[in-house]
């Protein structure tokens, strides 16, 4: 225990998480994505745009309560994960029903996405026009088009943000092993506080010498 443990220990600052930045761009991707290849009366455009909300709201809460509550934190987190393995089967399911090739991992499109580090919905689409500009042969249908690469490109994200947020719920499991949360924290400062009223109170036992 460290002296002077507040009670609600800093908490938020979710925008400087990767994970919250990428689920947030997987968001933005999926919105366009949807708005241009999924019917927009459909209950899958629906259920897609929900599900890339939902992984960014989730982290976003999470990272709120974990001020007062771990337990909440870890869970929050946890439905932000599930939301994005959720989105990441729509856009597989949208290419296998529409007869798209699904990249290897180790296609080097998918790592020049990656290290192109982008940052916003703009770099993503500058990426897909680059790519359908010197794409391969990709199936019977020759080059690839841009919903292949679009859907590939929100695939190549989502792999990364999943990943992070594995990390992120095994260390938030972590914490709340060893540190405990709001109650036993609480505990700690209250015992801590009598402790110290009980020194001050106590009277000075020095002897004086004649």
Known sequence: MTAGEPLIPKHGGYRKLKSFQLAQLVYDMTVRFCDSYVEKRSRTHDQMVQAARSGVQN?????????????????????????????RLDYEDFLRQRGLPLWDRDDIRRQRLIDRRCATMEEVAQWVREEHGQSRPSGPGGQATFPEIAANAALALLNVACSLLDRQIATQAKAFETEGGFTERLYRIRSENRAFRSTQSKPSTKSTEE
């Open 59 to 87: 982290i976003a809460e999470g990272s709120q309560a974990s001020g007062t509550s771990r337990k909440m934190e870890i869970k929050l987190t946890n439905v932000a994960r599930a939301s994005l393995e959720e989105l």
